[in-house]
């Protein structure tokens, strides 16, 4: 039945998250104790004036489809928000909600490539940035980078990617897998670089932007000369603890905000009314409501590099955001432990889940051959537990 499939989706990659957690829920099935440390998901519970507010919508009776781009008022309280957090002046027309920041991704992707487009992505980059830009027939071309410069790519790297097709760059800070946040200097930096290439568009992920561990978080469209040819992308998964909610939004310069509702309202239509209506209140709340949230992602950052830290052949560097550390573990490479062969990131992913019983997600997945990604999304507890069990099997 594959010969009836078609190219694209016989081409597209799984999602390695999704896979990874696919992979341990089956095993608990099997009655195997397994520490999920593989999905980017709060282990919070949504703060309660956040559902209250859902509850409202609900008797407020908001059923009916919402506008493609989103409600007015929720682009006000996202316009606002981008002022008051990012120093950026976005329109209402310049504001698309959709549901989850993936699908303001794709939504880009699919109105600004064409064949052959070259979208230059620092590596370590979020697991899905590949597969969209293919899907768009877009051509991914990656920058590596090291924990030795923590995954951040420099002026001069950017420069030497840029080719005549280059169309776009695209990257997220804090960073998923890696944490690493990039500084106002370092973006001065990159866009020096881009101020001599005005075709080329970015898309600044900042979907982490509030799980930051060392203030001042800087959007790349508020330096000089950026506004006009950078999509802010965002949303209320990672900050609010609401995944499962599906809101993301872009602030872009009006043309691509209309073509990306002209593209969704074929694709999708408008996101989950009562969600919306949810998301109002939520931004427009102070960041003080989430700092507990904030502080104790601090702590269990903090608790893991310790605890790795001890383990021979991890090597470590300081994630300055998200809720993610992305050791470099090539030390394992060549090596058999009990009786297994490791080759590569995702062998010892593997082994780690047969083995530990903990779940982790190579750095494969995410342009990086030489890490895993660990999420300490989870409990003191459980981060200790499954920290002990990959000691005793390595």
């Keep these: 039945m594959n010969n009836h499939l078609s190219e694209r989706i016989k081409s597209m990659s799984t999602s390695a998250t999704l896979a990874m957690a696919a992979k341990a829920r089956e095993l608990r099935g099997q009655g195997k104790d397994i520490i999920g440390l593989s999905l980017g998901e709060p282990d919070f519970n949504i703060p309660d004036f956040i559902k209250d507010a859902a509850k409202q919508a609900v008797d407020d009776n908001y059923s009916s489809y919402s506008p493609v781009d989103g409600y007015v008022d929720l682009k006000q309280a996202i316009s606002n928000k981008f002022k008051r957090d990012n120093n950026l002046d976005y329109g209402l027309n310049q504001i698309v909600v959709s549901t989850g920041a993936k699908q303001s991704l794709a939504n880009i992707a699919m109105i600004m490539l064409n064949k052959g487009d070259e979208v230059i992505l620092p590596a370590p980059y979020w697991v899905s940035y590949s597969d969209i ?109 609401m995944t499962g909610w599906r809101i993301g939004y872009i602030g872009a310069p009006d043309w691509i905000a209309k073509s990306c509702t002209k593209f969704q309202g074929q694709n999708t239509s408008g996101a989950n009314a009562i969600a919306q209506r949810a998301t109002i209140t939520a931004l427009e709340a102070p960041v003080s409501s989430i700092q507990f949230m904030i502080d104790e992602f601090h702590k269990r950052r903090d608790l893991i590099l310790q605890l790795l830290g001890e383990i021979e052949g991890f090597r470590l560097n300081i994630p300055e955001g998200a809720f993610y550390v992305f050791p470099d573990i090539s030390y394992f490479f060549g090596k058999t432990l009990n009786g297994t062969t490791i080759g590569n990131a995702s062998d010892f992913a593997l082994y780690l889940l047969e083995q530990a019983n903990v779940a982790t997600v190579t750095g494969e997945a995410f342009g990086n051959p030489n890490c895993i990604r660990i999420s300490y999304a989870a409990s003191e507890e459980e981060l200790r537990e499954a920290v002990s069990r990959i000691k005793s099997v390595l």
């Excluded at 930051?212 to 508020?222: E, Q």
């Design 133 to 241: 830009v293919k899907l768009a027939e877009g051509v991914p071309v990656e920058v590596p980078t090291s924990i030795d410069t923590d995954f951040k790519m420099t002026p001069s790297q950017l420069e030497a990617a840029i080719t005549p097709k280059t169309k776009m760059l695209w990257f997220s800070s804090p960073c998923n897998p890696s944490g690493s946040v990039y500084s106002e200097e370092e973006l001065k930096g990159l866009a020096e670089v881009l101020r001599k290439h005005p075709n080329i568009f970015i898309v600044s992920d900042e979907i982490y932007e509030h799980i930051n561990f060392i203030g001042g978080h800087v959007s790349i469209a508020a330096i000089d000369g950026m506004y006009d040819r950078t999509i802010t992308v965002n949303g209320v998964s990672k900050a609010f603890a």
